[in-house]
């Protein structure tokens, strides 16, 4: 979607910049999105907010280096702007109460808004500079265009996670089995071509667009070695030209993007609805404990901004902006400076932190935060 916007010379409210309409009012009043989500924000951690701003938040819980005042950037996170200021940044709602008569929702936070860090009694709390307004900036004459932005800040980078909210890159064994499948080409085709048709076996009903995957690498439990998912090759987009037909029930479909060349025995499944990247941090509802199980990309080693499967999904509770730890399980070494060498224990260690942005039923790809040291397979994630 597009804005056009008829600049003249002079100052224009930076929110009008960016087509949301007026600065801040004074006062408490939020921005108004203007037909932009509001996001929710869940009850359990708008309670914690308001505790927040009424009693403010202990120095103690307050990270290193907290800036006295900080201007928010064009590319800034929630997470990274919660921990500039918290040692525990999925405790953001604590930031956000802080502030909380002044920013009515987190995801209202845009950039060139200016965030004062005051400490009274040992209790910190935060403000937003000069009323709320936002900085204004000087346009020349002339007819501008401009995309409407979603929303203020997101939550994490998006784009280190964008591909993965929108493909079927991971595919649990129930959806392979209901997967409609691709079954003939045209007569004397091996593969198909943008814009070919194919035919198919199996529910297309459920919609008109289908992504295509192929079945990649199998996934197991590190425990039980059973199959728990697929990493799956993307290999483009059909449409349905013509439901089922026949005795067979054979419905013909038409190639419309390709990232690869797609032939008989690939598989089905229904585009996924749009995913919003502006969804809230917090800890697990309940204690966890699961495995890292595949490092996207087929690697050996993970770190910061690595995206991880691991093995729990929706059905163990766990949700888009969960945030769990990450721990090296205890290690079994030979103590070479004793008789004898003996076998001694290394603890475990935490060695880092993820987020959980995209759920499936048993498995979850979550983005690693921070990492002191190499994540690999099968570390473990647990509440933090």
């Known amino acids: 979607m597009q804005r056009k916007l008829y600049g003249r010379a002079g100052t224009l409210g930076m929110l009008f910049w960016l087509g949301l309409g007026s600065a801040l009012a004074a006062g408490s009043e939020a921005p108004p999105l203007h037909g932009l989500p509001d996001f929710p924000v869940p009850a359990q951690q708008r309670q914690r907010a308001e505790a927040a701003a009424n009693a403010g938040v202990p120095v103690s819980e307050l990270a290193a280096g907290a800036p006295s005042r900080y201007e928010v950037r064009k590319g800034d996170t929630l997470w990274r702007i919660a921990g500039l200021y918290l040692k525990k940044p999925w405790n953001w709602p604590d930031l956000w109460g802080m502030n909380l008569e002044r920013i009515r929702n987190p995801h209202w936070i845009f950039p060139g808004q200016v965030l004062v860090l005051t400490i009274v009694n040992g209790r910190a709390t935060l403000s937003l500079e000069g009323q709320g307004s936002i900085p204004t900036v000087r346009v020349e004459p002339g007819v501008r265009y401009e995309a409407l932005p979603a929303t203020g800040i997101p939550t994490i980078d998006p ?6 909210l929108t493909r079927p890159l991971l595919v649990e064994p129930s959806t392979l089995a209901m997967s409609p499948r691709i079954v003939a080409l045209s007569p004397g085709h091996v593969m198909l071509a943008p814009h070919e048709v194919a035919y198919v076996r199996g529910n297309v009903a459920t919609t008109t667009r289908f992504d295509v995957y192929r079945p990649a690498r199998e996934l197991r439990n590190p425990h039980t070695h059973k199959v728990i998912a697929y990493e799956s090759d993307y290999v483009g987009t059909v449409q349905v030209v013509h439901g089922p037909q026949g005795k067979d029930g054979v419905s013909t479909v038409r190639a419309t993007t390709m990232a690869r060349e797609m032939v008989v025995g690939d598989l089905l499944i229904a585009q996924p609805p749009r995913q919003y990247l502006d969804f809230s941090p917090h800890a697990p509802k309940a204690p966890v404990r699961a495995d890292i199980i595949s490092i996207y990309g087929d690697m050996q ?13 929706a059905a163990e509770g766990l949700d888009r902006g969960t945030v769990l730890a990450i721990e090296k399980a205890p290690r079994e070494v030979e103590d070479t400076t004793a008789k004898g060498d003996p076998k001694i224990e290394i603890p475990a260690r935490r060695v880092g ?3 959980v942005f995209r759920t499936f039923e048993h498995v979850s790809f979550g983005l690693v935060l921070n990492a002191d040291t190499e994540i690999e397979v099968p570390d473990h994630v647990l509440q933090p």
């Open 301 to 313: 080693m993970a770190g910061k901004n690595s995206v991880v499967a691991i093995d729990a999904g």
């Open 159 to 164: 784009e280190l996670i964008g591909p993965f």
């Open 353 to 355: 932190l993820l987020m």
